[in-house]
């Protein structure tokens, strides 16, 4: 999560569910392409009270704390 806050930083890349997601997420949305049915990432074993439904979300909140930390 800290190198995708060091990406989104280099690259201008908002954080948002549109542009940030895991295939999960992905294969959800577009489900024509190979991600769809893929499963990773729904489970984050250090946070294993983290939903499965909102696993995006939190991979998108810690990857803004990151970025407020300034990481450069």
């Known amino acids: 999560m800290k ?3 060091e990406l989104a930083i280099k690259y201008r890349i908002p954080i948002s569910a549109n542009s940030v ?3 999960y997420e992905f294969g959800i949305k577009h ?3 190979s991600s769809a049915g ?7 074993p250090p946070y294993a009270w983290v939903a499965q439904s909102d696993v995006g979300a939190f991979i998108r909140a810690k990857i803004r704390w990151y970025m407020s930390q300034q990481v450069k």
């Open 3 to 5: 190198l995708c806050a």
């Open 21 to 23: 997601m895991t295939h």
């Open 31 to 33: 489900p024509d392409t």
């Open 38 to 44: 893929k499963i990773d990432i729904i489970y984050i």
